[in-house]
C-alpha cells in the first residue's frame, strides 16, 4: 500500500492560532483524498466497537466547514465576488445567438481563403502568360536555384552547378526553416533529369513566377509557402529552401503524385481497374501490375470513385463486399485494396472481354443512377497481352459515344500484342503505354491525367480545388518543419498558344497551402464559452479540424501521423450525433442547428461532464467546407460584458478607483486617459494567455517581422498608447481584458495582506492563489518562495490542461464552472515518470465566480488554489497506528461513490465492524 509521510502535531497557536487549525483541517482533507484514491478492494471483518453515523456525519461537517473556509480565504473568491456585485450596474450579459454567430465566422473564413484564391489565379495568369511569350529551345543553357544543390560547393571550394550561393535565414513564418523570402528554389525528383530540354525551358518559362510570388506575399502575409508544379515533374517553390535528400540520398518527392496536383488537373472520376492473373503473368510481370494498380491508386482522392476486377478463366473482385459498385477512393479503401492486390496470385488463362462487360455494367449503372463522381469515367486494363475477340464489347457497351475512356498497361518487355492494345486504347478516347520495369510503372501511368485533363485544357476551364487535410511531412525532411494540418488550393496552369490549343497540353498547377489552425482563429474561443468550440468538416463527411482530432502519436522520440488521420469521419468524433442529422446537414452545406445531449470527456478521461450541446453550422461560399459552432446549454448561452471601450485617440471607458473609504476601494465608472487605464494591467503578477492561439489572441504579432519578439501583453500596450499604427487587435476582447484586471486589482492586495500575516514557523499549507477570466486573464500570488512550490509543473507548457490554449480553456475553469456557485473542486496532482513515487504532490481547489444579471448567469472568473502535498500521512505512523488502536477507527469510512483505501488498514485489520457509509449530503460538505 502507498505510504504517506507523517503529519505533525505541533501547530503554532499564537498571534495566527485560528489560521493553523484552519492549516489542519487542510491537511486533513489531503489526507483523505490520499486515502480515497488508494486500492480499492473491501473485506469487512469483525473485530471493533462500531462508530455511529451521526458521529461520523459530525465529523465530516466539521471538517468541510473549516476546509470551505480555508480555500475561501485564501483564494479571495467571496471578495471578487463582492467586486462584480458593485460593479453590477456597468455590466450586461448578452446571449449569444449561435446562428448569427458560426455566419459571422464562416463570411471571416470566406473572406481569408477568398484571399489566398486571388493570390493562385494571380500565378495561373503569370505562369500562362510566360509560357505564351517563351519559345521552344531544344538547346537551351540555363542555371537556375536547385533546391538540392544550392549552396553546395566542391573539394575546391567552388559551387557545384547549379548550386549557386543562396542565403537563406530562419524564418517564424514559416516554422522556422531557412528560407528565401526574395527568390523561389526549384526540386526535382531523383529520376528526372535536371538538364533535360524539356525541363530547362519549363524553369526558364517559369522564372516569371518570382516576382508575383513576393507580391502575393506582399499583399497577404498571412500567405505560407506557394508554388508551381510542372507536368515535366519540376517543382518550383516559394520561399526558396534548402531540400535534403532522405536516408538514401534520394529525392522521392514528386510535386505530380501529390494530391492538390491531382485533383486539380483532372475531374473527379469513376475508374474500373482490370487486371490479369493468368499464368502468363507469373514473375516480373505480376510485380510490375502490382506496383502500377498501386500508383495508380496513388493518383486517386476523395472525390474518385474505384473498383478493382482480377481475370483469369472467370471473373472476380479482389473485395467480393464489393462486388457491382464503385467505392470511394479515400485514404482507408486505397490502403485496403492495396493489401488486396498484395496478396493476388496468377493461374489460368485470360479472357478479357467478361472483364470489361462486368466493367462497362458497373459504370452505366452508377451513371444511370447518378451515382459516383458524375463526371469522367474509365477503365484501366493491365495485361501482358489479349487474344480474343474483343471488339463486340465494345460496340454494345461503348460505341459510339465512347462515354468510357478505355486505358491500356501493356506489362513486359513483349510487343506482340501492342497493336491490339494501341487500338483498344485509340478507339476509345484513351490512351496506350508498355510498362517493362518496375521504374517505369511511375512515369507511364501519370500520362493518363493528361488526357483526362484534355477537355478541361481546351476548355480552359480553370476550377479552383481545395484538398482535405493532410500532413505534408514528406515535402520537408527539416527537423523545424512543424507537423500541422493544412489544405492546399490549386489550380491548373493551361497553354494558351494557338498552335497547342486543340491538343489540350496541360503545362502543370499551381497552389498555395493554408494552415487550418490560422483559419481556426477566426472562430475565437472567448466567444464560444467554457466548453465551446468550432470546427471544419468536408462536403465528404470528413473532419478536416475538431478539437477532439488527434491525427499523431508518438514512436519513440519521434511524433509521427496515425496511419489515416486525415480521413477521420464527423460521426467518429461527434458520435452521438447517431442518426447522422448533423452529419448530413453539414455535407449538404446547409444552414442550420442541432442539440445533443453529449458526454464530454476531461482529465486525460478520469473525469466526464454531462452537457447539453446546440450545434449551429453553414457553409463556406466558395469551397466544399463547412463550419459548425458548438455552445453549451448554461454557461455558454450568455457572455458577460463590462463597460469598457477603446474609443478614436485611444481614450478608455474602465472602472477605476475613486475613493478610499476604511481602506477599501471603491470603483466607479469614469473616463480616464491611457495611462491610467493601463496601471492595472501592467501589475507584475498579471499576465495575459500568450500561448492561447499562438501568438494571435489580443493582437497579431506573428505576420510582421518587428512584432513578432513582442508578447501580447507588450503587443495590447503599444496598441493601446498608439505607439504602432499598424498593429492590428481584437478590440473587444481587449475590452474585455481591461475591464477584467481593473475589476480583479483589488485581489493582489488582498493576498499580499494575506501572505505577510503568514508567520516563518508556519508550515507550508495554501502555495499559490491564482485566478483566470474568460478573456485570458491570469493574477496569482504566491504564499511561499518559488523553490517550495509543490506543483511547479502548474501554468507551464509541461501542463498544457492547465492553460488557456486554441482548443480548450483550462482544466480547472471548465471544472468549476460546472459546480453550484461558491463550491469548490478538488484535485489531487500525483508525480509523474517512471521513477516518481506513487504519491500526490499537490491538491487544486478551484471555484468560480458567476454574475447575474437580469435573471441571466455568466462566469466572470475562476480560482484554482493548489495546496502543497508534502505533508501527507505515511501507514506506519503516528496516524496509522492511531488507526490499528482503534482511536480514529472508521472517521474515513466510505460512500457509494468514493472507494478509499482506508479498508486495507481498517477492514482488513479487524478495527471495524463493518463499513459506516457516509451520506451524501456529508460528502457535499466535505467537498470532495
Partial sequence: MPRCPMLPSNHNQGHYGQRSAAWTFLRKMMILLCLLLLDTSLTAVRGQTRIPPETVKLWADTFGRNLYDTVTRYSGSLLLQKKYKDAEASLKIEEVDGLELVKKFSED?????????????????????????????????????????????????????LGAEFLLEPDAHFSNQRVNVS?????????????????LNGVYMSEALNPVFVENFQRDPTLTWQYFGSSTGFFRIYPGIKWKPDENGVIVFDCRNRGWYIQAATSPKDIVILVDVSGSMKGLRMAIAKHTITTILDTLGENDFVNIIAYNDYVHYI????????????????????????????????????????????LNQFQESRRGSLCNQAIMLITDGAVEDYEPVFEKYNWPDRKVRVFTYLIGREVTFADRMKWIACNNKGYYTQISTLADAQENVMEYLHVLSRPMVINHDHDIIWTEAYMDSRLFTSEAQSLVLLTTVAMPVFSKKNETRSHGILLGVVGSDVTL???????PRYKLGVHGYAFLNTNNGYILFHPDLRPLYRDGKRVRPKPNYNSVDLSEVE??????????????????????????????????????????????????????????????????????????????????????????????????????????????????????????????TDIDPDHRKLSQLEAVVRFLTGM????????????????????TAPMEAYWTALALNISETTEPGVDVAFLGTRAGLLRRSLFVGSEKISDKKFLTPEDEASLFTMDHFPLWYRQASEQPPGSFVFNLRWEEGPDSPSKPVAVRASTAVTVTVDGKTAIAADFPLPGSGHHLPDPGTRWDRQLKEGKVACLLSLNAGALGALQNTVYQQGLCQRPVLLSGEAWITVGV
Fill in 183 to 199: 527568390l523561389s528554389s526549384v526540386q526535382l525528383p531523383t529520376n528526372v533529369y535536371n538538364k533535360d530540354p524539356d525541363i
Fill in 517 to 523: 489552425r490560422e483559419l481556426m482563429k477566426l472562430a
Fill in 575 to 700: 458520435w452521438e450525433d447517431q442518426a447522422e442529422t448533423l452529419r448530413t446537414a453539414m455535407i449538404n452545406g446547409e444552414t442550420g442547428s442541432h442539440s445533443m445531449d453529449v458526454k464530454v470527456p476531461l482529465d486525460k478521461g478520469k473525469r466526464v461532464l454531462f452537457l447539453t450541446n446546440d450545434y449551429f453550422f453553414t457553409d463556406i461560399s466558395d469551397t466544399p467546407f463547412s463550419l459548425g459552432v458548438v455552445l453549451t446549454r448554461g454557461h455558454g448561452e450568455y457572455v458577460l460584458l463590462g463597460n469598457t471601450s477603446v474609443e478614436e485617440g485611444r481614450s478608455l471607458r474602465v472602472l477605476t478607483d475613486t475613493s478610499v473609504e476604511e481602506g477599501r476601494s471603491r470603483r466607479v465608472l469614469t473616463d480616464t486617459s491611457v495611462e491610467e487605464g493601463l496601471h492595472d494591467l501592467l501589475h507584475p503578477d498579471l499576465t495575459l494567455a500568450s500561448d492561447w492561439y499562438a501568438r494571435r489572441i489580443y493582437c497579431i
Fill in 319 to 362: 473485395e467480393p463486399c464489393f462486388k457491382g459498385i464503385l467505392v470511394q477512393a479515400d485514404r482507408d479503401n486505397r490502403e485496403h485494396f492495396k493489401q488486396l492486390v498484395d496478396e493476388l496470385m496468377v493461374k489460368g488463362v485470360g479472357v478479357v472481354s467478361q472483364a470489361l462487360i462486368e466493367a462497362f455494367q458497373i
Fill in 109 to 161: 473564413m470566406e473572406t481569408m481563403l477568398r484571399r489566398k484564391v486571388e493570390a493562385v489565379k494571380s500565378l495561373v495568369e503569370a505562369a500562362e502568360e510566360a509560357d505564351l511569350n517563351h519559345e521552344y529551345n531544344a538547346s537551351l543553357v540555363f542555371n537556375y536555384y536547385n533546391s538540392v544543390l544550392i549552396n553546395e560547393k566542391d573539394e575546391n571550394g567552388n559551387y557545384v552547378e
Fill in 724 to 743: 504602432d499604427p499598424g498593429l492590428e487587435c481584437d478590440e473587444e476582447l481587449i475590452r474585455e481584458v481591461l475591464f477584467d484586471a481593473v475589476v
